[in-house]
T-cell receptor
Framework: GEDVEQSLFLSVREGDSSVINCTYT??????LYWYKQEPGAGLQLLTY?????DMKQDQRLTVLLNKKDKHLSLRIADTQTGDSAIYFC??????????FGAGTTVTVRA | EPEVTQTPSHQVTQMGQEVILRCVPI?????FYWYRQILGQKVEFLVS????????KSEIFDDQFSVERPDGSNFTLKIRSTKLEDSAMYFC?????????????FGEGSRLTVL
């Protein structure tokens, strides 16, 4: 099946860490992605992880992958107001298609 | 930094009219895609295109939809006779080597409103 699930909302205080969780279904997915969508804007590729990795760090972003549980998370350290956006998790099914989650709306409060 | 560009950013049309959404993928990319996002819903795959032909299409991509790469740079999505339910944000994307090898870049989207 093709089903990516995410929690819909996350509220975090500025300066704290945000953790956005995602579960996926396709155990053969080779890559898993995190995209960011700011209001009225397109989908910005934040980061991605290859399925044979369990962690990837890129500046303030840390991606953790638990392949056994098909669980992906994105941690944003020192969350800023500019991080307020919708974050989409996505998995690949084949060479040509991504399946997206519904998106997690992250609200950063002062 | 290279980017995928889409035009128009917003189009309003009457039901039954034809619409063409245009995309200029990143210049050395070989794989092209259209996705759409109905307001408040998930981003959905429509179609992928490689080597001048459709590689895969979803159930949404029915006979009303077509794609074309008319020259070396543009990639278009045509909706022949728009319906109210076609109202959505349409995203074009491109990738150098297909989505199983890493990065897929999206454009800013074209918002289609069908009245």
């Amino acid at each position: 099946g093709e089903d990516v699930e995410q929690s819909l909302f996350l509220s975090v205080r500025e300066g704290d860490s945000s953790v956005i969780n995602c579960t996926y279904t396709d155990s053969s997915s080779t890559y898993l992605y995190w995209y960011k969508q700011e209001p009225g804007a397109g989908l910005q590729l934040l980061t991605y992880i290859f399925s044979n990795m369990d962690m990837k760090q890129d500046q303030r972003l840390t991606v953790l992958l638990n392949k056994k549980d098909k669980h992906l998370s994105l941690r944003i350290a020192d969350t800023q107001t500019g991080d307020s956006a919708i974050y989409f998790c996505a998995e690949i099914h084949n060479d040509y298609k991504l399946s997206f989650g519904a998106g997690t709306t992250v609200t950063v409060r002062a | 930094e290279p980017e995928v560009t889409q035009t128009p950013s917003h189009q309003v049309t009457q039901m039954g009219q034809e619409v063409i959404l245009r995309c200029v993928p990143i210049s050395n990319h070989l794989y092209f895609y259209w996705y759409r996002q109905i307001l408040g819903q998930k981003v959905e795959f429509l179609v992928s295109f490689y080597n001048n032909e459709i590689s895969e299409k979803s159930e949404i991509f029915d006979d009303q939809f077509s794609v074309e790469r008319p020259d070396g740079s543009n990639f278009t999505l045509k909706i022949r006779s728009t319906k109210l339910e076609d109202s959505a944000m349409y995203f074009c994307a491109s990738s150098l080597t297909g989505t199983n090898t890493g990065e897929l870049f999206f454009g800013e989207g074209s918002r289609l409103t069908v009245l």
